[in-house]
T-cell receptor
Framework: AQSVAQPEDQVNVAEGNPLTVKCTYS??????LFWYVQYPNRGLQFLLKYITGDNLVKGSYGFEAEFNKSQTSFHLKKPSALVSDSALYFC??????????????WGLGTSLAVNP | DAEITQSPRHKITETGRQVTLACHQTWNHNNMFWYRQDLGHGLRLIHY???????NKGEVSDGYSVSRSNTEDLPLTLESAASSQTSVYFCASSPDNDIYEQYFGPGTRLTVT
């Protein structure tokens, strides 16, 4: 079955420290991987994606993610966390189904808290 | 500026009533999606549309319906609201050339009593 997992419900980091939010996936074929962020009482916002090419992709707000095919992971990273990064982060992967089917499978989300 | 809006933002209704949640986007996107967000379940796809007159069921479509009569709107109807449909509902849209980069509305918090 195709799936995406975010093994940590919550991540706590101190402001200025590096942060990592983990994501692993299971899909057939080459994965298309995505990170979205949800600030309180808002809709989700696209952060970055991996389709092909360089394993390290850069996105909005200083975030980056590293695609690791052998570990089937796509962890979100930032070198220096800000209090304003505190939010809910979702990893998603494109499904591969028969027919013209273009949907995303979503992880359950990881709540990031950056402490001053 | 282009945007995607949802209305109402908050709704309280009674069990058995029909409820319609509106979604309107000015991005001119062909692709539109309805999700529900519940604690412990993340985002689950209810219905989606790839263009006018096209609608498709998602993973949790029972009790919901949509119609797509124009590019801008994809209203979500709960035929007979149930307490299990208490949730936060998000509408999203995306362009054909980047379907997975979805633009989300602000959400509608629905409570069924």
């Amino acid at each position: 079955a195709q799936s995406v997992a975010q093994p940590e419900d919550q991540v706590n980091v101190a402001e200025g420290n590096p942060l990592t939010v983990k994501c692993t996936y299971s899909v057939s074929g080459n994965p298309y991987l995505f990170w979205y962020v949800q600030y309180p009482n808002r809709g989700l916002q696209f952060l970055l994606k991996y389709i092909t090419g360089d394993n390290l992709v850069k996105g909005s707000y200083g975030f980056e993610a590293e695609f690791n095919k052998s570990q089937t992971s796509f962890h979100l990273k930032k070198p220096s966390a800000l209090v304003s990064d505190s939010a809910l982060y979702f990893c998603a992967v494109r499904t591969f189904n028969a027919g013209n089917n273009r949907k995303l499978i979503w992880g359950l989300g990881t709540s990031l808290a950056v402490n001053p | 500026d282009a945007e995607i809006t949802q209305s109402p933002r908050h709704k309280i209704t009674e069990t058995g009533r029909q409820v319609t949640l509106a979604c309107h986007q000015t991005w001119n996107h062909n692709n539109m999606f309805w999700y529900r967000q519940d604690l412990g379940h993340g985002l689950r796809l209810i219905h989606y549309s790839y263009g006018v007159q096209d609608t498709n069921k998602g993973e949790v479509s029972d009790g919901y319906s949509v119609s797509r009569s124009n590019t801008e709107d994809l209203p979500l109807t709960l035929e007979s609201a149930a307490s299990s449909q208490t949730s936060v509902y998000f509408c999203a849209s995306s362009p054909d050339n980047d379907i997975y980069e979805q633009y989300f509305g602000p959400g509608t918090r629905l409570t069924v009593t």
